[in-house]
């Protein structure tokens, strides 16, 4: 065995190493594992000593040659879900061609991957399963968490994305196939962030779903039972991080597609027990916060100066405003001043302190009554996003409602007809419940808008010339998390730590050197992006003490050195 392989206990690895083995498989059973399995780029050598000879065809291939032949089966495939379900074959097959293929197509391929065709992946996940491939932790075996953390695939893991499947993108309710998005997410770290592919563990708690269509579908896969609400639940919650606790206390853990009212309880009760964080509130308040810095520079309004509405006011909502406020904070404001600045318009209206029906975190953001009793209003005393244009001179409008269409002709355009470049941000996942099309609201004003969107957009073409539409997609900011953790030992990951990465996003956005650039870098350069915001993360953690001390260009260099790169590891030998 060699040196790298012997060394993958460890936490700093070299950039190729290969995965942890006790030993080398041989034959069928070594073709067979994703992580050693290297198909036809075996040597005569290693065929030989391994037992492979007769089992893969006599051509002895490079990677690069194989990920050739591999675009090429991808390209007949003739849907979206069929290409989806190919790149996850290839990925429970060898993982260095899966993450090679990737890298090579990462702008055609990673919405294939994840969003927006993941949402259809999940629909279609009783249907299209093939392997398995993390843990499904059920409710019924809630007095077993222990013993299942232990079956995980691989002892030594950084990350672990976790959901229960209850609020998949903008689709909702999936059960047991919201498991589409721990596989799709974690692969991403891997590829962005470069993550250790057997480093990463997916995580599906079933609880039940209140889908009918699921719960009614003879091939559905997950506990066929009502979700379990309430105290249970949080119990159950509970069980599994004293789980995680015991077996993986080193391990970040990251909630994803949480619903609204378990979302942000979840991370507050314990964001100071364990290393964690929740990418729906924190991963999108990042990445929009690092779009929108880009946007204002090339606005000529500094943020501090801007009244933002938003349309939407679950937990990704509230956590962008939150980041928002907070950079405004820095900027120079009072915290009065700044939540001054916010009107926050949800399926009720407006959110203001004559409302008894919100939320703590949505009560910050309540505009007070007084500053709005001249406003329109509905039948049902209802303000809504219309009559807060209409009122406010907004430069910043933000779409988290999952409303498809609901930023309009006249809202834009009346937003458009007070400030010289409107920033609106219509980030609702899939492209179905978008609050905008992008090529709309270019014309709608004139060219002058400056957009980012949550789902993938072609660029616009408009009078001329080519607008390009910024993706704001977390994976932006949570691979880099990811290297962020392993590189810096860090103990917790905190919202300085996501403002840090937020910043250094917004520095690396082409629109501050040429303000006809997208508002954020290029999918071709995000590796590179992403070795930014993980030392910068970094350093902030440890400024505020929770990682250990080093000098800035030695964590440039661990972090450099901690980004997995998709290459075989050095001819393998027989053990």
């Known amino acids: 065995m060699h040196a790298d392989e012997r060394n993958m206990g460890t936490q700093q690895q070299p950039v190729n190493a290969s995965a942890t083995q006790p030993s080398t498989p041989h034959g069928i059973d070594l073709l067979e594992h994703p992580l050693l399995n290297k198909g036809t780029a075996f040597t005569e050598d290693e065929r030989t000593s391994l037992g492979l000879q007769g089992l893969l065809p006599p051509e002895v291939e490079t990677l690069d040659e194989q990920a050739v032949r591999a675009y090429e089966a991808f390209g007949q495939k003739d849907t979206d879900l069929e290409r989806h379900i190919y790149l996850r074959a290839l990925q429970d097959t060898d993982e260095v061609l899966f993450y090679k293929l990737l890298l090579g197509h990462i702008e055609e391929m ?4 994840y969003t927006p065709v993941v949402a259809r992946a999940c629909e279609q996940f009783s249907h299209i399963y093939r392997r398995p491939r993390g843990l499904f932790i059920s ?5 077993s968490i222990p013993t299942m953390l232990r079956n995980r695939p691989n002892a030594d893991v950084d990350v672990i994305v976790v959901t229960d499947g209850q609020r998949i993108l903008g689709i909702g309710d999936q059960g047991a196939g919201g498991m589409g998005i721990p596989i799709g997410k974690l692969s991403l770290y891997t590829l962005i962030g470069g993550v250790r592919p057997e480093r990463t563990l997916p995580i599906l708690l079933d609880v039940g779903t209140d889908n009918p269509e699921r719960l009614k579908d003879p091939e559905y896969l997950g506990w066929r039972h009502e979700r379990v609400t309430g105290q249970p639940y949080f119990d159950f919650i509970d069980r599994f991080v004293d789980a995680v606790k015991r077996e993986l206390p080193t391990t970040c853990l990251q909630w994803e597609d949480f619903a609204t009212p378990h979302a942000r309880p979840i991370l507050e009760r314990y964001r100071d027990e364990l290393l964690t964080f929740n990418d729906d509130i924190q991963g999108t308040a990042a990445v929009t916060l690092g779009a929108i810095l880009g946007a204002v520079s090339v606005s000529g309004r500094a943020l501090r100066d801007q009244q933002i509405v938003f349309l939407g006011a679950g937990s990704a909502a509230m956590g962008v405003a939150d980041y928002l406020r907070a950079a405004m904070v820095e900027d120079g404001l009072s915290e009065a001043e700044a939540r001054s600045r916010f009107w926050v318009v949800d399926k009720d209206g407006l959110l203001h302190t004559g409302r008894t029906d919100l939320a703590p975190e949505q009560r910050v953001y309540a505009q007070p009554t007084e500053r709005v009793a001249g406003f329109p209003r509905t039948s049902h005393g209802e303000i809504g996003l219309a009559d807060v244009i209409g009122r406010v001179d907004a430069g ?10 609901a930023f309009t002709e006249p809202i834009v355009r009346e937003m458009a007809r007070k400030v010289e470049r409107p920033v609106i941000f219509p980030l609702s996942n899939p492209t179905s419940r978008s609050e905008a099309v992008p090529s709309d609201l270019i014309r709608w004003t004139d060219g002058r808008a400056l957009v980012a969107t949550g789902s993938p957009f072609a660029p616009v073409q408009y009078e001329g010339r080519q607008i390009p539409i910024a993706q704001c997609n977390n994976v932006y900011i949570f691979p880099a998390m990811g290297l962020a953790t392993v590189a810096s030992k860090t103990r917790r990951v905190t919202d300085g730590m996501m403002l840090a990465a937020a910043r250094t996003l917004g520095e690396h956005s082409p629109a501050k050197k040429d303000p006809s650039g997208s ?25 505020a003490g929770i990682a250990p001390k080093t000098s800035p260009e030695e964590l440039r260099d661990r972090v450099a050195a901690s980004q997995w790169t998709p290459e075989y590891p050095r001819a393998a030998r027989a053990a």
Request: aromatic share 2%; glycine share 10%; no cysteine.
């Open 519 to 543: 508002l954020l870098p290029a999918l071709t350069d995000v590796r590179a992006v992403a070795r930014a915001i993980a030392t910068a993360a970094g350093l902030e953690a440890q400024r």
């Open 139 to 143: 409710y019924p075996l809630r007095d």
């Open 396 to 405: 910043i409008l933000i779409g988290l409602s999952t409303v498809g269409g």
């Open 110 to 113: 990673m919405p294939l991957v």
